[in-house]
């Protein structure tokens, strides 16, 4: 019997994503943010997600938001970086539409790991308490009593998604992925979530991962599915592929402050029926200019 | 001979340059044009020895020639000395080696705590939802930390902020000392595009160390939400020497994003 490929289509992969799943997914502002993972979530019409991110997202959730996916966020950083605040998320969170979980950098990560441990909470520092974040999410943060010393810590629940949509730049067909750019959590989150689908830019011979192991940063054995979805990171980037695009980035912010992210949506999302449609309606002079070498 | 051609953004990030140490280890966030380039201005100049975290790219040490718009932006990864991974970071900062690092804020108070979460006393429906806490509860663990604000407004320098995401000297009372992390110090400085504050030690408040060239104190006071600490004398902010403007125009930011960045 031979090994069996991981490989599907978006349409098979992200099928798990039913209505009130919890996902989490890679990014680090623009870096490798499964865009078109997010596409295709949009085009499935998938509702009531609960959003797990990374110390440092927007794009994405904004952009979910928008077309009408989420149901819940927790909130580290939710905004544009260079493009400014996220006005999807801003408008949903000042008319209370979305419900919001505001955590941040250092308990996501811890909250992640105690997860991908499968410890019963995350153990986080006395400095919460200078903060506002028990006071307002007392659901997240519990004032306790470290055993040994008597002093004041926090505790808080683990995260653990339900699905986990990564992207890479190289994953081979058993999910064995590489990582060329900055470790985004991506691994962490891995270990964290019950189900993990990989996005990637090419897929590549199981030999070349056998023949050089240590490049690999995401294991398949903890991995479910493979999907092949080039340029699957525009307008955000794919670290050693492309960069991020900035001209389409300032146009989303543009459109998502003037209310008119339903535009963008039908242009770009439920106006293409793929990926490789998206890639057409982006123009191939475009995604070349955006490549790094 | 004093620069008088130069964009405040360029003498914020002078200011924040000479104020770095040589050997320290400073860590930067998103967005951090201004901060960014002030570790490559004084890794160039005063600081061969300083030692910088470039956030989300986990860069250490980027010796990328030319300024980028985001610290996550993968090109940081030019000539760095090793790629830490997010968690990693995280590990290296709530630890509490870093030495400084840089934040800007929706609000900030005379006690130089940061507001990231939101404007407005009702937390389910706020006036102004900002994008989160994301790193800013570390200013309890960063030895110390420099705001940095790209707009001088009554609205953003306020008597108390709504929310802390980033405890500053919290209510000037020395209770914020237990719950921080080993020598945590607060905030050190507050840049602005009219102004430079340091923190008074026994009031924990805001006192102003030097107005940029031409802001005269009514036109700060009157855009400030709260009334500093302001001394008998208040020298004039020292701009940009011949040889900073070089490196910046030259060597750090030939693009101009500092030139762009604050109109």
């Given at each position: ?79 544009l970086?260079?493009a400014g605040?996220?006005p ?161 980035i300032l146009?989303y912010a543009r459109?998502a402050r ?36 | ?263």
């Amino acid at each position: 019997m031979s090994r069996k490929s991981k490989v599907t289509t978006p349409q098979e992969a992200f099928k798990v994503v039913a209505p009130g799943t919890s996902i989490a997914m890679t990014c680090a502002h623009y870096s490798s943010v499964p865009m078109g993972g997010m596409r295709e979530l949009i085009r499935m019409g998938a509702k009531d997600l609960t959003i797990i991110p990374t110390p440092s997202a927007g794009l994405a959730i904004d952009l979910l938001i928008a077309a009408g996916c989420v149901k819940k966020v927790f909130a580290s950083y939710v905004g544009l970086e260079f493009a400014g605040l996220a006005p999807n998320y801003r408008r949903a969170a000042e008319q209370g539409t979305v419900e919001i979980s505001d955590i941040d950098e250092t308990s996501i990560v811890l909250g992640y790991r105690a997860a991908a441990t499968g410890l019963p909470f995350a153990l986080l520092p006395a400095f919460y308490k200078l903060t506002d974040l028990p006071r307002i999410n007392p659901a997240m943060f519990r004032e306790i009593k470290d055993p040994f010393t008597g002093k004041i810590c926090y505790a808080m629940p683990p995260l653990k998604p339900d699905v986990a949509i990564l992207h890479f730049p190289q994953c081979d067909a058993y999910g064995n992925a590489r990582q060329l750019g900055g470790h985004h959590t991506e691994l962490l989150i891995a270990k964290a979530s019950d189900h993990v689908i990989v996005t990637t830019e090419e897929i590549i011979p199981h030999e070349e991962v056998m023949a050089d192991p240590v490049r690999t940063t995401l294991p398949g054995i903890l991995v479910d599915s493979v999907v092949k979805l080039p340029y699957g990171a525009h307008p955000g980037s794919c670290p050693a592929r492309y960069s991020y695009d900035e001209q389409h980035i300032l146009e989303y912010a543009r459109l998502a402050r003037e209310g008119k992210t339903r535009d963008y949506i039908a242009k770009y999302i439920t106006g293409t029926k793929d990926n490789a449609a998206y890639l057409d309606a982006i123009g191939a002079s475009r995604l070349m200019a955006l490549r790094i070498n | 001979m004093a620069n008088t051609d130069y964009a405040v953004a360029e003498l914020m990030a002078c200011v924040m340059a000479r104020d770095f140490k040589d050997g320290e280890l400073g860590a930067m966030g998103a967005a951090s044009q201004i901060p960014m380039a002030a570790a490559k201005l004084a890794r160039a100049t005063h600081a061969p020895n300083l030692n910088w975290l470039s956030g989300g790219s986990g860069a250490i040490n980027s010796k990328l020639p030319y300024l980028v718009q985001s610290a996550a932006d993968y090109r940081n990864l030019f000539g760095a000395e090793c790629r830490l991974s997010m968690e990693d970071i995280v590990d290296i900062e709530v630890r509490g080696r870093c030495d400084f690092s840089c934040y800007g804020a929706i609000q900030v108070d005379k006690h130089g705590n940061l507001n990231m979460l939101a404007v407005g006393g009702d937390y389910k429906h706020p006036k102004m939802r900002g994008p989160g806490s994301v790193g800013l509860s570390l200013s309890a663990a960063f030895q110390r930390f420099y705001i940095y604000l790209t707009h001088h407004d009554p609205r953003i320098l306020v008597e108390k902020v709504d929310y802390i995401s980033g405890p500053g000297f919290c209510d000037g009372t020395p209770e914020r000392d237990q719950y921080v992390q080993p020598g945590a110090n607060g905030p050190c400085l507050c840049i602005t595009p009219l102004a430079v504050f340091d923190f008074d030690e026994k009031k924990r408040e805001m006192r102003l160390k030097s107005l940029h060239p031409g802001v005269s104190l009514d036109t700060l006071l009157s855009r400030t939400g709260f009334k500093p600490i302001v001394p008998a004398r208040v020298p004039e902010t020292e701009p940009p020497n011949d040889a900073e403007m070089r490196l910046l125009r030259e060597v750090i930011d030939r693009e101009g994003i500092l030139r762009r960045l604050i109109r």
